[in-house]
């Protein structure tokens, strides 16, 4: 079974300053995407990024960029020029390319966000 | 985007009562569909998987005669909680993807808060 863990339950980061979130995931699927989706108060789940396993380059979106290292199944996210709009939990999540397209999150990471 | 809708955000039921929470596809069409659970400051639990014009795939341990999920159409999908009680008060989640495949990721409903008192 596939597992998805996030060993940091919270973070803080200064505004404009730069933080990263980890993620590990265990699989012996070759082909697979990875997410990285926030929810903030409202609980409105909100994808962030996106990782397919197949492509080498690291996925970027605006401020938001991963660090994908699949040989050592790591997923870490970087979040520059923080703001205080990123204070939010952050779901760390996987889904296999095919047959269970299910996802399997990680247990989060509340990111602070200090102005 | 893709947009799925969840209703009600949130419900307030008496315990024994039955809710039921539809979860729509309002843009697009899903053959498929997720049910979540969230309970409070922990992450979301795959329920059971929804499929389009059959039996739904329940996970280990989840009651599928309390839980019980229809997908009758492309675009709806409803989870009725049964015999409510106390214990199944927390947040349930849908999400739903594109049938054609355009997308790989999920889209997420807004969630609804169930408190069974």
């Known amino acids: 079974a596939q597992t998805v863990t996030q060993s940091q339950p919270e973070m803080s980061v200064q505004e404009a300053e730069t933080v990263t979130l980890s993620c590990t995931y265990d699989t012996s699927e070759s082909d697979y995407y990875l997410f990285w989706y926030k929810q903030p108060p409202s609980r409105q789940m909100i994808l962030v990024i996106r990782q397919e396993a197949y492509k080498q380059q690291n996925a970027t979106e605006n401020r938001f960029s991963v660090n994908f290292q699949k040989a050592a199944k790591s997923f870490s996210l970087k979040i520059s020029d923080s703001q205080l709009g990123d204070a939010a939990m952050y779901f760390c999540?996987?889904?296999?390319?095919?047959?269970?397209?299910?996802?399997?999150f990680g247990s989060g990471t509340r990111l602070q966000v200090q102005p | 985007g893709a947009v799925v809708s969840q209703h009600p955000s949130w419900v307030i039921c008496k315990s024994g009562t039955s809710v039921k929470i539809e979860c729509r596809s309002l843009d697009f069409q899903a053959t498929t569909m997720f049910w979540y659970r969230q309970f409070p400051k922990q992450s979301l639990m795959l329920m059971a998987t929804s499929n389009e014009g059959s039996k739904a795939t329940y996970e280990q341990g989840v009651e599928k005669d309390k839980f019980l999920i229809n997908h009758a159409s492309l675009t709806l999908s409803t989870l009725t909680v049964t015999s409510a009680h106390p214990e199944d008060s927390s947040f349930y989640i849908c999400?739903?993807?594109?049938?054609?495949?355009?997308?790989?990721?999920?889209?997420f409903g807004q969630g609804t808060r169930l408190t069974v008192v």
């Open positions: 999400s739903a993807r594109d049938a054609q495949g355009l997308s790989p990721e999920a889209f």
């Open positions: 999540a996987y889904r296999k390319d095919t047959g269970r397209r299910a996802l399997t």
